[in-house]
Structure formats: structure tokens, C-alpha cells
Nanobody, 124 residues
Framework: QVQVVESGGGLVQPGGSLRLSCVAS????????MGWYRQAPGKQRELVAR??????????NYADSVKGRFTLSRDDAKNTVLMQMNKLKPEDTAVYYC???????????????WGQGTQVTVSA
């Protein structure tokens, strides 16, 4: 079994900062990708930022709306991702979900696991 656990959400004023943390644990052979999605009320879930493992190393992609404000980092040894969110805007308000794409054995298929979500509210 694999568990994905998030922490770090909360209420912050516009222009403020928050840091989200996500840890994956359990029967993990390799981490193909790990990152954050968000879902605002009445909207579809969207990608915020994700680090994907490639043949020549990891690469990170960000939603256009967060480029230059959010920074994602990954600790492969600890199966952890941290997302530093700066210059937060009211439109960043959403439930943020961590996603981990994992192999549980060498040469096996990948599986996608989700955390329970953490609320981020940006309001004065």
C-alpha cells in the first residue's frame, strides 16, 4: 500500500506565502512523477506544478498562472515534494492535492496516488 499525505495549507493574506509539503510512503520502488494539483469551487482540477523523472534527469513544469511565484522541489530519498508559494492571490484559493505516480516493482506498471487535499485560502 502507498499513502500520500499533505500538510501546510491555511489562510493567508494576498501577497503572503505558504509552503505545502507532501510525503509518499509505503511500497515504492520508484517515483515517476510527483506534484500538486488544485481544485477551486465550481472548477475542474488543474495541474499546478509537477516534477517528472526523465532519462536525463528530473524536469519541472508549472501552470502559467503560478510561474515565477511558486517553486517546487523534490527529495527523492524521502519521497517528498515541497511547494513554496509566494505572492499569493485570491485566485489561488483552492483545495490543493498532491499526486504521486509510482512503480511498486522494477519493470512494473505505474500507479497514481492522491492525497486527501489541503485547503489554501487567500483572503484579506
Amino acid at each position: 500500500q502507498v499513502q500520500v499525505v499533505e500538510s501546510g495549507g491555511g489562510l493567508v493574506q494576498p501577497g503572503g506565502s505558504l509552503r505545502l509539503s507532501c510525503v509518499a510512503s509505503g511500497s515504492i520502488f520508484s517515483m515517476d512523477a510527483m506534484g500538486w494539483y488544485r481544485q477551486a469551487p465550481g472548477k475542474q482540477r488543474e495541474l499546478v506544478a509537477r516534477i517528472t523523472s526523465g532519462g536525463s534527469g528530473n524536469y519541472t513544469n508549472y501552470a502559467d498562472s503560478v510561474k515565477g511565484r511558486f517553486t517546487l522541489s523534490r527529495d527523492d530519498a524521502k519521497n517528498t515534494v515541497l511547494m513554496q508559494m509566494n505572492k499569493l492571490k485570491p485566485e489561488d484559493t483552492a483545495v490543493y492535492y498532491c499526486n504521486a505516480v509510482i512503480k511498486i516493482r522494477n519493470g512494473g506498471p505505474t500507479y497514481s496516488y492522491w492525497g486527501q487535499g489541503t485547503q489554501v485560502t487567500v483572503s484579506a
